[in-house]
């Protein structure tokens, strides 16, 4: 049983435009979620992260939105870049605990 | 930024075969992973250890064990390889606490024969 969801394998945008990468979780005890970006055949890389004291952080191009009541989280890149072209995914992790769940990833391709 | 390190990078071998995935880290940090992830799907913990001699099997049941003689190394073995173990392999750590994220190697691509 999955608990963390992302349903849109893939997302194609515009250089210069907005990427809005999506992600739903079913358990209520995470309060601590993260994304991730990787490339084929090599390691994820952080990318931000967002308590669930809050509901917004920002690091440069990077915005995490949590949405509690809806179980929802979704990361905005602007403006998008071709070196954005990656997968990338969402983690979750429960509170008291150090074990993280991922999502299937959202392969996005930003087009020159 | 992340001073983990795993070797080999890619390896394939024939099955029946004896591996050791390796997995350094040289930070200090206490709690160790090794995640299993197929392209399109999400990853997948497979140990996970806490400290020196504790270690845990993940949510994702797998052939593969670990040790943690040391803090900076936790070493996956696959006694014999099967070409159903074809994958990546991933090695992880982090900082004590919560709320902290987890640091990644380059991966392992395993394949088997």
């Known amino acids: 049983d999955q608990q963390v969801k992302q349903n849109s394998p893939s997302l194609s945008v515009q250089e210069g435009r907005i990427s809005i990468l999506n992600c739903d979780y079913t358990?209520?005890?995470?309060?601590?979620f993260l994304w991730y970006k990787k490339y084929p055949a090599e390691g994820p890389t952080f990318l931000i992260s967002i308590s669930s004291i809050k509901d917004k952080n920002e690091d440069g191009r990077f915005t995490v939105f949590l949405n509690k009541s809806a179980k929802h989280l979704s990361l905005h890149i602007v403006p998008s870049q071709p070196g954005d072209s990656a997968v990338y995914f969402c983690a979750a992790s429960p509170s008291g605990f150090n074990k993280f769940y991922f999502g299937s990833g959202t392969k996005l391709n930003v087009k020159p | 930024e992340a001073d983990i390190y795993q070797t080999p990078r890619y390896l394939v071998i024939g099955t029946g075969k004896k591996i050791t995935l390796e997995c350094s880290q040289t930070m200090g940090h206490d709690k160790m992973y090794w995640y299993q992830q197929d392209p399109g799907m999400e990853l997948h913990l497979i140990h996970y250890s806490y400290g020196v001699n504790s270690t845990e099997k993940g949510d994702l049941s797998s052939e593969s064990t670990v040790s943690r003689i040391r803090t900076e190394h936790f070493p996956l073995t696959l006694e014999s390889a099967r070409p159903s173990h074809t994958s990546q392999y991933l090695c992880?750590?982090?900082?004590?606490?919560?709320?902290?994220?987890?640091?990644f190697g380059s991966g392992t691509q395993l394949s088997v024969l």
């Open positions: 358990n209520s005890m995470f309060d601590y």
């Open positions: 992880a750590s982090k900082f004590e606490g919560f709320n902290e994220k987890l640091f």
